[in-house]
T-cell receptor, first 115, second 116 residues
Framework: ETGVTQSPTHLIKTRGQQVTLRCSSQ?????VSWYQQALGQGPQFIFQ???????GRGNFPPRFSGLQFPNYSSELNVNALELDDSALYLC??????????????FGPGTRLTVL | DQQVKQNSPSLSVQEGRISILNCDYT??????FLWYKKYPAEGPTFLIS?????DKNEDGRFTVFLNKSAKHLSLHIVPSQPGDSAVYFC???????????????FGQGTILTVHP
């Protein structure tokens, strides 16, 4: 069974640029959630994708967007990068069952540095 | 609005002793809680959970206690081992925005160091 994978591992961008981060979900999982973990903080929920549609969003501006593909992999796109976007971006996949908590399995993350 | 708080950024204990990590929450709608462990360069991994219908859950060396009236939970590790050194996060899932409990709200984390 393949776990959650993310690419790239590290990324350096400059302010104003755009970035795309990728996530492959664990086999059998149909839901992907993205989190931002700033230094010294806990992960913050960005949004979740289920059946290729955004299904819940945290307190992040519209320049954070995403996609989910038919194979349940996902992308996180961030436009107009700001210095504060520097963080570890975590992807988590789960097999969604309504009405209960579905354990989320996390990837190793992508470390984004904005200069 | 920090709904889940871990007020101790770090904790240092000797091998073999007990580690106690604390977590407070403010949202009374939370009914399930989890502890995650995170090593550097790895994603968080699930450690142990507790439902609000219980006040204790035990799994080997790890025990989580829940005090609903105080909105407080704690993770006990006995005995602590050097391999337990990691960042520990408490988290609570909620149904906000129809995510069907897909949104996890995390605390800030506590860095545990277990000295040999």
């Amino acid at each position: 069974e393949t776990g959650v994978t993310q690419s790239p591992t590290h990324l350096i961008k400059t302010r104003g640029q755009q970035v795309t981060l990728r996530c492959s979900s664990q086999s059998g999982h149909n839901t992907v959630s993205w989190y931002q973990q700033a230094l010294g903080q806990g992960p913050q929920f960005i949004f979740q994708y289920y059946r290729e549609e955004e299904n819940g969003r945290g307190n992040f501006p519209p320049r954070f967007s995403g996609l989910q593909f038919p194979n349940y992999s996902s992308e996180l796109n961030v436009n107009a990068l700001e210095l504060d976007d520097s963080a570890l971006y975590l992807c988590a996949s789960s097999a969604r069952l309504a009405g209960s908590y579905n354990e989320q399995f996390f990837g190793p993350g992508t470390r984004l540095t904005v200069l | 609005d920090q709904q889940v708080k871990q007020n101790s950024p770090s904790l240092s204990v000797q091998e073999g002793r007990i580690s106690i990590l604390n977590c407070d929450y403010t949202n009374s709608m939370f009914d399930y809680f989890l502890w995650y462990k995170k090593y550097p360069a790895e994603g968080p991994t699930f450690l142990i959970s507790i439902s609000s219908i219980k006040d204790k859950n035990e799994d080997g060396r790890f025990t989580v206690f829940l005090n609903k009236s105080a909105k407080h939970l704690s993770l006990h590790i006995v005995p602590s081992q050097p391999g337990d050194s990691a960042v520990y996060f408490c988290a609570a899932p909620d149904n906000a925005g129809g995510t069907s409990y897909g949104k996890l709200t995390f605390g800030q984390g506590t860095i545990l160091t277990v000295h040999p």
